[in-house]
C-alpha cells in the first residue's frame, strides 16, 4: 500500500512538473514572439523547451537576479571610480588655471610672450596626459565588463540554462541577452502572479 501511495505521489509530482513546464513553454512561446523575427527563428522549440526545463525549479530565476545585482554593483562601481577621475582631472585643470593666472599676473609685461608659450605647452602636456589616463580608464571599464559577462555566460551555462556559453560574437551575445530579458520577463510575471502560474 505504502508502495502504491509512493508511486501516486510520484505520477502526481510528475504532472505538477509537467503541467508547470507546459506552462512555461507556453509563456516563453509568446514572450518569443515579441521579439525581432531573425532572433524568433534562432530560438527553437528544442531550446525553449530546454530553457522551461531549467526554469522549472526557479533557481535559475534566482542566479539571475543573482548575476544582475553583481552587474549592477559592478556598473556602479565603475561609474564611480570613471567619475572621481573626472572630478581628478577637473581639479588639476582649474589648479593649473589657477597657477598660470598668479605666474601671468606676476610676470613682467616683455616676459608675457614667454611664460605664455610654455604655459601652452604645459597645458597641452596636462590635457595629454588627461586623454591618455580617461582612455586607459575606459579600456580598464571595457574589460572588467567583457569579464563579468563571461562569469556570468559560464555561470548559467553551469546552470544548464540553454543557450549560453561564454562566447564573444556578437550575434551569439545579443541572442543571449533576448534569452536573459525572457528569463526577466517570466520572473517578472511570475512576481505578480504568484510562483504557481505564469
Same mark, same amino acid.
Given at each position: %500500500?505504502?508502495?502504491?501511495?509512493?508511486?501516486?505521489?510520484?505520477?502526481?509530482? =510528475?504532472?505538477?512538473?509537467?503541467?508547470? #513546464?507546459?506552462? *512555461? *513553454?507556453?509563456?516563453?512561446?509568446?514572450?518569443?514572439?515579441?521579439?525581432?523575427?531573425?532572433?524568433?527563428?534562432?530560438?527553437?522549440?528544442?531550446?525553449?523547451?530546454?530553457?522551461?526545463?531549467?526554469?522549472?525549479?526557479?533557481?535559475?530565476?534566482?542566479?539571475?537576479?543573482?548575476?544582475?545585482?553583481?552587474?549592477?554593483?559592478?556598473?556602479?562601481?565603475?561609474?564611480?571610480?570613471?567619475?572621481?577621475?573626472?572630478?581628478?582631472?577637473?581639479?588639476?585643470?582649474?589648479?593649473?588655471?589657477?597657477? #598660470? *593666472?598668479?605666474?601671468?599676473?606676476?610676470?613682467?609685461?616683455?616676459?608675457?610672450?614667454?611664460?605664455?608659450?610654455?604655459? #601652452?605647452?604645459?597645458?597641452?602636456?596636462?590635457?595629454?596626459? !588627461?586623454?591618455?589616463?580617461?582612455?586607459?580608464?575606459?579600456?580598464?571599464?571595457?574589460?572588467?565588463?567583457?569579464?563579468?559577462?563571461?562569469?556570468?555566460?559560464?555561470?548559467?551555462?553551469?546552470?544548464?540554462?540553454? =543557450?549560453?556559453?561564454?562566447?564573444?560574437?556578437?550575434?551569439?551575445?545579443?541572442?543571449? %541577452?533576448?534569452?536573459?530579458?525572457? !528569463?526577466?520577463?517570466?520572473?517578472?510575471? =511570475?512576481?505578480?502572479?504568484?510562483?504557481?502560474?505564469?
Amino acid at each position: %500500500m505504502e508502495r502504491y501511495a509512493s508511486s501516486l505521489e510520484e505520477s502526481v509530482d =510528475g504532472a505538477r512538473q509537467q503541467e508547470k #513546464h507546459y506552462q *512555461l *513553454l507556453s509563456a516563453l512561446q509568446s514572450l518569443v514572439k515579441e521579439l525581432p523575427s531573425s532572433f524568433q527563428q534562432r530560438l527553437s522549440y528544442t531550446t525553449l523547451s530546454d530553457l522551461a526545463l531549467a526554469l522549472l525549479d526557479g533557481t535559475v530565476f534566482e542566479i539571475v537576479q543573482g548575476l544582475l545585482e553583481i552587474q549592477h554593483l559592478t556598473e556602479k562601481s565603475l561609474y564611480n571610480q570613471r567619475l572621481r577621475l573626472q572630478n581628478e582631472h577637473r581639479v588639476l585643470r582649474q589648479a593649473l588655471r589657477q597657477k #598660470h *593666472l598668479e605666474a601671468q599676473q606676476a610676470c613682467r609685461p616683455h616676459n608675457l610672450p614667454v611664460l605664455q608659450a610654455a604655459q #601652452h605647452r604645459e597645458l597641452e602636456e596636462v590635457e595629454h596626459r !588627461i586623454r591618455e589616463e580617461q582612455h586607459a580608464m575606459d579600456r580598464k571599464i571595457v574589460l572588467e565588463l567583457d569579464r563579468k559577462v563571461a562569469d556570468q555566460q559560464s555561470t548559467l551555462e553551469k546552470a544548464g540554462v540553454a =543557450g549560453f556559453y561564454v562566447t564573444t560574437n556578437p550575434q551569439e551575445l545579443t541572442l543571449q %541577452m533576448n534569452l536573459l530579458e525572457l !528569463i526577466r520577463k517570466l520572473q517578472q510575471r =511570475g512576481c505578480q502572479t504568484g510562483k504557481t502560474a505564469l
